[in-house]
């Protein structure tokens, strides 16, 4: 087994509030793993932790077998955050420019773009199937297609671990559903390493393999037919609520 992301007795606070309390679990090589809770469970404190963005925390986080202090592979990790529209709608960038913007990381100073940067930018357009837009002004695109664009730009550094923060809520149900599938063949096909935040929980279960359901504690950790089974799991969750998550086809 491959560790991509272990997390050992992570707590956090926002001054007095807790808001991680003790939290732990691994992700391993090839997991798809399905990030589930109420509002505020701290999913997305845990994921800022998780990429350093958010210090002052306790406990070890380990990426790719490394402790987060000492991390430099960065580029090894491609995230999409939950709100596409934060990106300025009037800053007039292209669909091109923006995945360019996914190589920056990579990149010491100075910055110089190389042919082979090209050839990846190339490849996640067309992976993505938004070639013809390249030169498109962001701005000028439809919810569903600048998610695309910065679902490009999250893999043209070619990550071995995506990170999404509910992705699916600036789509409709039919794209939302095609937008999981795709996210689903790249876990199967290139065996990229997910882990998806979502609030979808009725859903969840057709694509992840594990499902981490928090509340500032970890709930559950582990694979959907543990928790189907789990007679703790149904008192917590009561027998409707977790038939609904088994719910898996
Ligand atoms: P989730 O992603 O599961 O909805 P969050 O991680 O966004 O949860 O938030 C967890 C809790 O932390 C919530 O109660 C939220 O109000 C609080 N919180 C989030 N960000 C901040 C902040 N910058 N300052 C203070 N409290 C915050």
Not at 25 to 30: I, N, Q, T
Not at 209 to 220: A, G
Request: proline share 4%; glycine share 8%; with cysteine.
């Amino acid at each position: 087994m491959v560790s991509v992301l272990s997390v050992k007795n992570l707590s956090f606070s926002y001054g007095p509030v807790e808001v991680l309390s003790d939290v732990s679990f691994d992700v391993e090589k090839g997991d798809y793993v399905g990030l589930a809770g109420p509002n505020g469970a701290g999913k997305t404190t845990l994921v800022k932790t998780v990429l350093g963005l958010s210090e002052r925390s306790r406990g070890v986080v380990k990426l790719f077998g490394r402790e987060l202090k000492s991390f430099d592979g960065w580029d090894r990790i491609g995230y999409l955050s939950q709100r596409v529209t934060a990106f300025n709608p009037l800053f007039p960038a292209s669909v091109k420019e923006v995945v360019k913007l996914g190589l920056l990381s990579q990149k010491k100073f100075p910055r110089r773009f190389t042919e082979s940067d090209s050839v990846k930018i190339r490849q996640s357009l067309d992976l993505m199937g938004i070639s013809d837009l390249e030169d498109k002004p962001v701005s000028d695109l439809s919810g569903g297609q600048q998610q695309r664009v910065f679902l490009a730009r999250a893999l043209v550094s070619n990550p071995d671990l995506l990170i999404l923060d509910e992705p699916g809520t600036a789509l409709d149900q039919p794209s939302r559903e095609g937008f999981f599938e795709f996210i689903k063949k790249l876990n199967q096909d290139k065996g990229i390493t997910i882990i998806l935040i979502t609030h979808d929980t009725a859903q969840i279960g057709q694509y992840a393999n594990k499902l981490l359901y928090m509340d500032k504690k970890v709930v559950f950790y582990g694979s959907f037919s543990d928790f189907c089974k789990s007679t703790e799991m149904h008192q917590y969750f009561g027998h409707f609520s977790q038939h609904l998550i088994c719910h898996q086809h």
